[in-house]
């Protein structure tokens, strides 16, 4: 144990305080200090008055003249104002080793004995390190290690080196895009900051499109003390942070973590130069710091739009399903309603590259398309995901539409995006529709008749000849025995025995191309009259 300048006794189990034969001051002397549960030596100076034990140890021999030998280690880790250094005690030249350490200056062979900066570690044999502090920017320093015996003082070899020069302090808030429903994280950096005590930060961001969530990511350094916070109503957030021990900073300050409120909106992330200050360990305001701004943004809604096509009656179109102004997709379900009544589905095709096929499905039923898909890693999709292909069962146009209500588009971890637009499309059939074919269909020898056909949508008419019972057909032309072939009303005269079974059909092409026939009929022949 160890008495203190009231007399009062302390660790009296647990410890031991040596003095040491070398002295800090006049009023101040060197001590050792030791605990039972470690064996570590530490070495401090206090005042002379306190109680601490003494030990006799064996001075140099008679007549003893031998110097301890220490060589100076490579400094490393330069900083703008530090440094590591230190040196080895190969020998302590056969006497008690009294003191080792390290003296610096600005001026070559710094030396105890010219009063130079010194830092000293004890009297032991062996390497040591020492780390400097405080040092001057741009300041070349002349160091040696020194060791200290009862026959005097040996210096190490001389090294040199010079610290970091003095960079100008920036602050710069980060610029984030991010998909509707992420949370944007901001980086706030603070580079070649070195010596600071005191740190004020504040800056403005747009409230109304964005809310302030907290931070995260805080500078080991500071972050003991730091306060950061976005008072109500928002708009702001403030940084304060200050104290005794001087921090060094060169890279992330810290994350700020923001919600935007609606999709497609941005904010300027704005510093308060008036209200900013950095400060060093002495509360000097540092001068020259640099301030840059950053920006956040999130995509627009993710839109899910059907394209439109037309076609002829009996045949089939494709309606395109696309994805636009989406990211970060995890999962895609869509019930899209059709007119039974018009339309039959047949399939769907074209399915996007970004769409792993196996983990789509697509199924019809009660008048609907039901689609399904949800992967991982999230896509971001920008087109045609795939197309929906129908057969045209009759003329009209019908519209095809998304049901909002049972459709939606997910991040991976199955969170909704808010927002969602679904536009849909149209479907027209083109085409043309007959009448019931009319005339005289029984005809004797020598007679004649006119059938008649109604076709509506109808822009060009061309009646047709088959006579092997409807596998092939000719166009007409007008002759003798048919006219008004390119009309409604085919006229036939001068009939005989090989118009038998023949058969008639108008062909109509209307809008768009489309082509359409008429029901065939057939004309019965009589040789009596």
Same mark, same amino acid.
């Given at each position: 144990?160890?008495?203190?300048?009231?007399?009062?006794?302390?660790?009296?189990?647990?410890?031991?305080?040596?003095?040491?034969?070398?002295?800090?001051?006049?009023?101040?002397?060197?001590?050792?200090?030791?605990?039972?549960?470690?064996?570590?030596?530490?070495?401090?100076?206090?005042?002379?008055?306190?109680?601490?034990?003494?030990?006799?140890?064996?001075?140099?021999?008679?007549?003893?003249?031998?110097?301890?030998?220490?060589?100076?280690?490579?400094?490393?880790?330069?900083?703008?104002?530090?440094?590591?250094?230190?040196?080895?005690?190969?020998?302590?030249?056969?006497?008690?080793?009294?003191?080792?350490?390290?003296?610096?200056?600005?001026?070559?062979?710094?030396?105890?004995?010219?009063?130079?900066?010194?830092?000293?570690?004890?009297?032991?044999?062996?390497?040591?390190?020492?780390?400097?502090?405080?040092?001057?920017?741009?300041?070349?320093?002349?160091?040696?290690?020194?060791?200290?015996?009862?026959?005097?003082?040996?210096?190490?070899? @001389?090294?040199?080196?010079?610290?970091?020069?003095?960079?100008?302090?920036?602050?710069?808030?980060?610029?984030?895009?991010?998909?509707?429903?992420?949370?944007?994280?901001?980086?706030?950096?603070?580079?070649?900051?070195?010596?600071?005590?005191?740190?004020?930060?504040?800056?403005?961001?747009?409230?109304?499109?964005?809310?302030?969530?907290?931070?995260?990511?805080?500078?080991?350094?500071?972050?003991?003390?730091?306060?950061?916070?976005?008072?109500?109503?928002?708009?702001?957030?403030?940084?304060?942070?200050?104290?005794?021990?001087?921090?060094?900073?060169?890279?992330?300050?810290?994350?700020?973590?923001?919600?935007?409120?609606?999709?497609?909106?941005?904010?300027?992330?704005?510093?308060?130069?008036?209200?900013? @200050?950095?400060?060093?360990?002495?509360?000097?305001?540092?001068?020259?710091?640099?301030?840059?701004?950053?920006?956040?943004?999130?995509?627009?809604?993710?839109?899910?739009?059907?394209?439109?096509?037309?076609?002829?009656?009996?045949?089939?179109?494709?309606?395109?399903?696309?994805?636009?102004?989406?990211?970060?997709?995890?999962?895609?379900?869509?019930?899209?309603?059709?007119?039974?009544?018009?339309?039959?589905?047949?399939?769907?095709?074209?399915?996007?590259?970004?769409?792993?096929?196996?983990?789509?499905?697509?199924?019809?039923?009660?008048?609907?398309?039901?689609?399904?898909?949800?992967?991982?890693?999230?896509?971001?999709?920008?087109?045609?995901?795939?197309?929906?292909?129908?057969?045209?069962?009759?003329?009209?146009?019908?519209?095809?539409?998304?049901?909002?209500?049972?459709?939606?588009?997910?991040?991976?971890?199955?969170?909704?995006?808010?927002?969602?637009?679904?536009?849909?499309?149209?479907?027209?059939?083109?085409?043309?529709?007959?009448?019931?074919?009319?005339?005289?269909?029984?005809?004797?020898?020598?007679?004649?008749?006119?059938?008649?056909?109604?076709?509506?949508?109808?822009?060009?008419?061309?009646?047709?000849?088959?006579?092997?019972?409807?596998?092939?057909?000719?166009?007409?032309?007008?002759?003798?025995?048919?006219?008004?072939?390119?009309?409604?009303?085919?006229?036939?005269?001068?009939?005989?025995?090989?118009?038998?079974?023949?058969?008639?059909?108008?062909?109509?092409?209307?809008?768009?191309?489309?082509?359409?026939?008429?029901?065939?009929?057939?004309?019965?022949?009589?040789?009596?009259?």
């Amino acid at each position: 144990g160890w008495s203190s300048t009231t007399g009062n006794f302390n660790c009296q189990t647990g410890c031991a305080r040596y003095w040491m034969k070398s002295q800090a001051s006049n009023a101040n002397s060197f001590y050792s200090e030791m605990y039972y549960s470690g064996s570590n030596v530490s070495l401090w100076s206090l005042d002379k008055r306190y109680g601490f034990s003494v030990r006799c140890i064996q001075d140099c021999p008679v007549g003893a003249s031998n110097l301890p030998t220490v060589n100076t280690a490579v400094v490393s880790q330069i900083t703008i104002n530090s440094a590591i250094c230190g040196g080895d005690v190969v020998s302590d030249g056969g006497c008690d080793l009294q003191e080792r350490g390290v003296v610096f200056s600005e001026i070559p062979s710094p030396s105890l004995s010219r009063g130079d900066n010194w830092y000293w570690y004890g009297g032991v044999v062996g390497a040591y390190s020492i780390n400097l502090a405080n040092l001057n920017h741009s300041t070349t320093y002349y160091i040696r290690a020194y060791a200290t015996n009862s026959v005097g003082t040996a210096y190490g070899n @001389e090294v040199n080196f010079s610290t970091l020069s003095q960079q100008v302090p920036s602050v710069t808030l980060g610029s984030v895009a991010a998909c509707i429903g992420d949370t944007l994280v901001v980086p706030v950096q603070m580079l070649n900051a070195y010596g600071l005590g005191a740190i004020t930060l504040g800056l403005s961001y747009n409230a109304n499109n964005f809310e302030y969530l907290g931070f995260s990511d805080v500078a080991p350094s500071v972050a003991s003390s730091i306060l950061i916070n976005s008072p109500a109503p928002g708009g702001s957030v403030l940084v304060s942070w200050y104290d005794l021990v001087s921090a060094d900073l060169n890279g992330l300050l810290f994350n700020m973590k923001f919600r935007a409120l609606s999709p497609g909106v941005s904010s300027d992330l704005t510093w308060d130069l008036s209200f900013n @200050e950095l400060a060093d360990s002495t509360a000097t305001p540092i001068t020259g710091v640099t301030y840059s701004n950053g920006s956040m943004s999130v995509s627009s809604a993710p839109a899910v739009v059907l394209g439109s096509a037309s076609g002829c009656v009996g045949g089939s179109v494709g309606i395109p399903v696309s994805l636009n102004s989406a990211c970060g997709v995890g999962a895609i379900s869509l019930t899209i309603p059709y007119d039974a009544g018009r339309l039959s589905y047949t399939g769907y095709a074209g399915v996007s590259s970004l769409i792993n096929d196996s983990n789509l499905t697509v199924n019809a039923s009660n008048s609907s398309v039901a689609i399904s898909w949800f992967g991982y890693p999230a896509i971001v999709p920008s087109g045609q995901l795939l197309t929906l292909n129908f057969n045209l069962i009759s003329g009209g146009t019908s519209a095809i539409s998304v049901q909002s209500s049972n459709s939606e588009i997910a991040n991976p971890m199955g969170v909704a995006y808010p927002g969602v637009t679904y536009q849909g499309g149209t479907i027209s059939a083109q085409g043309v529709t007959f009448g019931t074919t009319t005339g005289n269909l029984n005809l004797y020898v020598g007679g004649s008749t006119t059938l008649t056909t109604v076709a509506q949508g109808a822009q060009t008419l061309q009646w047709q000849l088959s006579t092997d019972g409807g596998q092939n057909w000719s166009d007409l032309s007008n002759n003798s025995s048919y006219s008004g072939v390119t009309t409604s009303q085919l006229g036939i005269a001068g009939v005989n025995a090989t118009f038998a079974n023949y058969q008639y059909r108008l062909r109509a092409t209307g809008a768009g191309g489309c082509q359409a026939s008429s029901v065939p009929v057939t004309l019965a022949y009589r040789d009596w009259e």
